[in-house]
T-cell receptor, first 114, second 114 residues
Framework: GQQLNQSPQSMFIQEGEDVSMNCTSS?????WLWYKQDPGEGPVLLIA?????ELTSNGRLTAQFGITRKDSFLNISASIPSDVGIYFC??????????????FGKGTLLTVNP | NAGVMQNPRHLVRRRGQEARLRCSPM?????VYWYRQLPEEGLKFMVY????????ESGMPKERFSAEFPKEGPSILRIQQVVRGDSAAYFC????????????FGPGTRLTVL
């Protein structure tokens, strides 16, 4: 099945620092999604990417859809304590008729020290 | 404009009992998806339903698990004769008719099997 390799597994940073995390796969995808999950809550969609090479921002967050369509990265600039949480990359299934299935990476746990 | 609602938020069951998890999609959404999250893992697709139809249950164990989305009322994920390995967070997501690109997640039900 499709597998997304997300790294790093965890990050511990100081408030104000920039953060970068990425997701890679051996398969080609048509979408890349980035979600954030706060403790005890469900994932919240941060950014959706639909085109190879696309660079999209949402406030202090920037994400890019890799040219090869096999990877994506998420950057967070000037981190603040409320950025704490688990960040997941996700993609839609590629096989015909099953693009509704989201496949998730294992997540990057971000801790921000005030 | 309420989001996806799930209840209960926490459920404790003894081995052999039944667990019933409920999900009310966002207003106007007719597609429901169930995902399971094991500790320190990403979410894994279980089943995709539309009103009164199971579209894809390929991610759901064949034994003991069932799902429905009736014409009226919430979607139900039912787990019969629970075992310890069923302990996980179960998330429901919904999307509007004709669009699965952006699935909005509920807060999840955390099932603990003693």
């Amino acid at each position: 099945g499709q597998q997304l390799n997300q790294s790093p597994q965890s990050m511990f940073i100081q408030e104000g620092e920039d953060v970068s995390m990425n997701c890679t796969s051996s398969s080609i995808f048509n979408t890349w999604l980035w979600y954030k999950q706060d403790p005890g809550e469900g994932p919240v969609l941060l950014i959706a990417l639909y085109k190879a090479g696309e660079l999209t921002s949402n406030g202090r967050l920037t994400a890019q859809f890799g040219i090869t369509r096999k990877d994506s990265f998420l950057n967070i600039s000037a981190s603040i304590p409320s950025d704490v949480g688990i960040y997941f990359c996700a993609t839609h299934g590629n096989s015909g008729g099953s693009n509704y299935k989201l496949t998730f990476g294992k997540g990057t746990l971000l801790t921000v020290n005030p | 404009n309420a989001g996806v609602m799930q209840n209960p938020r926490h459920l404790v069951r003894r081995r052999g009992q039944e667990a019933r998890l409920r999900c009310s999609p966002m207003k106007g959404h007719s597609h429901v998806y169930w995902y399971r999250q094991l500790p320190e893992e990403g979410l894994k697709f279980m089943v995709y339903l539309q009103k009164e139809n199971i579209i894809d249950e390929s991610g759901m164990p064949k034994e003991r698990f069932s799902a429905e989305f009736p014409k009226e009322g919430p979607s139900i994920l039912r787990i019969q004769q629970v075992v310890r390995g069923d302990s996980a967070a179960y998330f429901c997501a919904s999307s509007p008719r004709g669009s699965y690109n952006e699935q909005f997640f509920g807060p999840g039900t955390r099932l603990t099997v003693l």
